[in-house]
């Protein structure tokens, strides 16, 4: 069965540094999500992307994040530079197309501890 | 997308039913309800979703009252591979974007 890849899985970067993670979809699929998710709190999305362009962008902190998806296949979040409240896990989904008529698949997540 | 409200923790003896509750009172006629759960340390993973009719799949069974303000998700005999972080989150057919708005969701703890 295909699935949704995540590298790496975990990470530990100090304050102030630049951190970046990458995740391939199912191929085939044009939607892209990243959700950041907090110890004991559910998944928030931070961008989303229908091919090569973002959709909704609205909770990504600007100032330090950045995410690219260039020829609309594997993507990349950027956090520049990481603050002790960025630690937390990043989880990539995608879905075939956008809209609630698609399910989601997520990826394992990468697990990032700033110190 | 509607307020959903589960209960924070639940246990359950391994081979029993499981019944998660979700109280979604003002769930609008075009929004289904939908179920993920998360084991630990991994990605949330889909469970199931419905609109009014009561729904089943090889996971579990979704049953939504008929006022639609609340639904339970049942897994007919939990192992202890079920314990997990059940989310259940109401969203309308018409979310363009499709994301998924996850609430606090219940700890379910299947235990031996």
């Known amino acids: 069965e295909a699935e949704v890849a995540q590298s790496p899985r975990y990470k530990i970067t100090e304050k102030s540094q630049a951190v970046a993670f990458w995740c391939d979809p199912i191929s085939g699929h044009a939607t892209l999500y990243w959700y950041r998710q907090i110890l004991g709190q559910g998944p928030e999305l931070l961008v989303q992307?229908?091919?090569?362009?973002?959709?909704?962008d609205s909770q990504l902190p600007k100032d330090r994040f950045s995410a690219e998806r260039l020829k609309g296949v594997d993507s990349t979040l950027k956090i520049q530079p990481a603050e002790l409240g960025d630690s937390a896990m990043y989880l990539c989904?995608?879905?075939?197309?956008?809209?609630?008529?698609?399910?989601?698949?997520f990826g394992p997540g990468t697990r990032l501890t700033v110190t | 997308d509607a307020k959903t409200t589960q209960p924070p923790s639940m246990d359950c003896a391994e081979g029993r039913a499981a019944n998660l509750p979700c109280n979604h009172s003002?769930?609008?006629?075009?929004?289904?309800v939908y179920w993920y759960r998360q084991i630990h340390s991994q990605g949330p993973q889909y469970i199931i979703h419905?609109?009014?009719n009561n729904e089943t799949n090889e996971m579990a069974s979704l049953i939504i009252t008929e006022d639609r303000k609340s639904s339970t998700l049942i897994l007919p005999h939990a192992t202890l591979r079920d314990t997990a972080v059940y989310y259940c989150?109401?969203?309308?057919?018409?979310?363009?974007?499709?994301?998924?708005?996850f609430g606090q969701g219940t700890e379910l703890s299947v235990k031996p």
């Open positions: 992307f229908q091919d090569e362009s973002v959709v909704d």
């Open positions: 003002t769930i609008s006629g075009n929004e289904y």
């Open positions: 989150i109401a969203r309308t057919i018409y979310n363009q974007g499709g994301k998924l708005i």
């Open positions: 989904a995608s879905s075939a197309n956008q809209g609630a008529a698609y399910e989601q698949y």
């Open positions: 419905g609109l009014k």
